[in-house]
């Protein structure tokens, strides 16, 4: 499950950091910016549900 969330992890936190940089060069982009990283987080963090979703899966079935 670890290596799974590892990706995700990496990929909202850099997201975030992006973004926020992205709204201190220009503010008045922030409707536009929002909810596109938004989404884009959304789908990260799916990936790692499904990360878990494996992992249970495979503990299982073991």
């Keep these: 499950m670890a290596i799974g969330a590892i990706g995700p992890g990496l990929g909202i936190g850099m997201l975030g950091s992006r973004a926020m940089?992205?709204?201190?060069?220009?503010?008045?982009?922030?409707p536009a910016i929002r909810p596109n990283m938004i989404l884009a987080i959304?789908?990260?963090e799916a990936i790692a549900i499904y990360a878990l979703v494996v992992a249970i899966v495979i503990k299982f079935i073991r």
């Design 21 to 30: 940089e992205a709204l201190g060069r220009n503010p008045e982009a922030e």
């Design 42 to 44: 959304a789908f990260a």
